[in-house]
């Protein structure tokens, strides 16, 4: 069986999934490319191939509980699975607590903390017979923090957070130890424009005037960083934001 680890990424067909598969195939890594659209993945597994690196698109859905354990039992081959990332997720609206709709909740609970625990209870297994296994959370400073009109999807990443805190005091003791990386403000191409249902005016505005939002690769950068730690070394929980913003609320916007 071949020794070259294995990490899987959820959400690689676009954004910080994408940029983070790009930076863990460089590290080292045969990637596992998860994502909805198959299309995107398997370009993005030709690319990294291409490049000399193992790549392995799959698609998946990670709110598919069976899909999911289908992935699982998939990985069997490339022996244990080191690495999970879990950053599939996002956002849907801006609508105040008082008129938001519930679908809309329900959409963000079911991929930001159901998909976090579906895949990382089917892969748990498989991480820990590794015996060097780590567990990534892709949250967001809206796991720390509220703002108004943010309630469904800080609500959802508040337990995607929780999940974080309490599997690492759940697995303190057994070789997997869980990263959370909170990013704040990351210009990517969809996580707004998803945001606002595909208004392109809306999405750009939420970035109007910041001379430089975090990219991808930033904060792909930041988890490869985290993750190539020795092994003994848990980095809990890392908050990166881009210079300009100091907090959910204080951003700083040239004119
Ligand atoms: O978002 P985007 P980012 N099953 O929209 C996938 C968090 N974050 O890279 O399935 C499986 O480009 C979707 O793929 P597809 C954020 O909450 C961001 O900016 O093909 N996959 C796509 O690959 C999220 O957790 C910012 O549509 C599903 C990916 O998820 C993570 O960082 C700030 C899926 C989303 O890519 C990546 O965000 C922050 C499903 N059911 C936290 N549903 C930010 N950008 O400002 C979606 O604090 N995906």
Redesign the pocket.
């Known amino acids: 069986m071949s020794t070259v680890p294995t990490a899987v990424i ?9 940029a983070t598969a790009r930076r863990l195939a460089a590290a080292g890594y045969r990637v596992v490319l ?4 198959k299309d ?1 993945i398997e370009a993005l597994a030709a690319e990294l191939t291409e490049a000399g690196h193992e790549a392995v698109p799959y698609a ?4 598919d509980r069976a899909a999911v354990e289908a992935l699982a039992a998939s990985l069997d081959r490339y022996g244990p699975v080191r690495v999970l990332v879990n ?5 849907l609206g801006t609508e105040p607590v008082a008129s938001a709709d519930p679908a809309d909740w329900r959409s963000m609970y ?3 903390v159901l ?1 976090v625990l579906h895949i990382t209870q089917a892969l748990l297994p498989a991480l820990t017979a590794s015996g060097d296994g780590t567990v990534v959370v ?5 796991g720390l923090a509220t703002y108004e009109g943010g309630g469904g999807y800080v609500a959802a ?1 508040h337990g995607a957070h929780v999940i974080a805190e309490t599997l690492r005091l759940e697995l303190c003791g057994q070789p997997v130890r869980v990263i959370e990386i ?11 424009l ?1 945001r606002y249902r595909g208004d392109q005016d809306k999405a750009a505005a939420v970035y109007a005037g910041v001379a430089e939002p975090l990219t ?1 690769d930033d ?1 792909a950068d930041t988890v490869t960083w985290a993750v190539t730690r020795p092994p003994h070394v848990n980095i809990d929980l890392l908050v990166v934001r881009p210079r300009a913003q100091a907090s959910n609320y204080k951003v700083h916007r040239e004119s």
């Open positions: 959820t959400g690689a067909s676009s954004g910080i999934g994408a998860t994502a909805r659209r995107r998946l859905d990670v709110t950053n599939a997720g996002g956002a079911e991929v930001n998909g892709l949250s967001s400073t809206a990443k909170a990013p704040g403000m990351v210009k990517t191409e969809e996580f707004a998803t991808a904060v």
